[in-house]
């Protein structure tokens, strides 16, 4: 029998997806399609740390690594999303 990998992902990818909802009221020139391309741009930002269930990680997480952790995926969202306006707002110039 196969082994199951659904359960597979990215750590980073609940946490972006959260970001971006938060930070989308800032960024009104893009619209609700634009932030999954948002997300793409700050995960291939963010080093790739792959876990089965969440609490694998968050166990094993201190508090100083969590606070960084959030530090860097605010980051990555921001400059994420100005990259992707900026994107948009040279397309719109054509």
Request: aromatic share 12%.
């Amino acid at each position: 029998m196969p082994a199951d990998f659904h359960t597979l992902r990215n750590y980073y990818e609940r946490q972006v997806i959260e970001c971006v909802n938060d930070h989308a009221l800032n960024y009104p020139m893009l619209t609700e399609e634009q932030h999954p391309d948002v997300a793409c741009v700050a995960l291939n930002r963010l080093p790739p740390r792959y876990i089965r269930h969440e609490v694998d990680l968050a166990f094993y997480l201190t508090e100083k690594e969590r606070t960084e952790n959030e530090r860097v995926i605010d980051e990555a969202v921001r400059y994420a999303f100005e990259f992707v306006q900026a994107r948009f707002a040279m397309r719109a110039r054509r």
